[in-house]
């Protein structure tokens, strides 16, 4: 049972351009939701959360976009860079346990 | 990094022998997780750990044990390893300290392979 839904699976952007990417979700019992940054090699790294509380949050190019009625939220990264190629997995987390989203392989190309 | 150290950070195995991967931390904090990476499926949680000896199963735990003797380590067994357990294994650690969900920290990974 995927219980969170992670599309596109990859993703090509062209360099300053905008990357999306979408996360559904099914148990509203969740109440953290992480994207996290995975370079090749390397164990995910916490990109930037929010609390079903807002709508959005905004950490310099990342935005997360929260619908809690529509149980959907996503990513966008904005002026999208090279060194932002990478895998993103968005998540949601509820009573410490996280579930994660398959992943999008995301390649910025200049 | 949240001082997260896992070793070994490769292995190769064979199919039936024992296998054991040791997630340490330095930090105390009281959640510890196993997860396996695969292709097309993310990152899976196989077992948990809310405390010393306290241990629960995630939802991949077939074939797999765990023990928490200690704060700082974490345990992950292959009974008896498979090709179907190939895989990277990657060990976590909470920040939270209650019913509210904090950070999960992600340790380097072990890239395990099982012939």
């Known amino acids: 049972q995927q219980q969170v839904k992670q599309s596109p699976q990859s993703l090509i952007v062209q360099k300053g351009g905008i990357s999306i990417i979408n996360c559904a979700y099914e148990?509203?019992?969740?109440?953290?939701f992480p994207w996290y940054q995975q370079f090749p090699g390397k164990g995910p790294a916490l990109l930037i959360a929010?609390?079903?509380?807002?709508s959005e949050k905004k950490e310099g190019r990342f935005t997360i976009s929260f619908n809690k009625s529509a149980k959907q939220f996503s990513l966008h990264i904005m002026d999208s860079q090279p060194g932002d190629s990478a895998t993103y997995f968005c998540?949601?987390?509820?009573?410490?346990?996280?579930?994660f989203g398959i992943g999008t392989k995301l390649q910025v190309i200049p | 990094d949240a001082g997260i150290t896992q070793s070994p950070r490769h292995k190769v195995t064979e199919t039936g022998t024992p296998v054991t991967l040791r997630c340490h931390q330095t930090?105390?904090?009281?959640?510890m997780y196993w997860y396996r990476q695969d292709p097309g499926h993310g990152l899976r949680l196989i077992h948990y750990?809310?405390?010393?000896?306290?241990?629960d199963k995630g939802e991949v735990s077939d074939g797999y044990s765990v023990s928490r003797s200690k704060t700082e380590d974490f345990l992950l067994t292959l009974e008896s390893a498979t090709s179907s357990q190939t895989s990277v294994y990657f060990c976590?650690?909470?920040?939270?300290?209650?019913?509210?969900?904090?950070?999960?920290?992600f340790g380097p990974g072990t890239r395990l392979t099982v012939l």
């Open positions: 976590a650690i909470s920040t939270g300290t209650g019913g509210y969900t904090d950070t999960q920290y």
């Open positions: 148990n509203t019992a969740f109440d953290y």
């Open positions: 929010i609390r079903p509380d807002v």
């Open positions: 998540a949601a987390s509820w009573n410490q346990k996280v579930t």
């Open positions: 930090e105390n904090h009281r959640y």
């Open positions: 750990s809310y405390g010393v000896k306290d241990t």
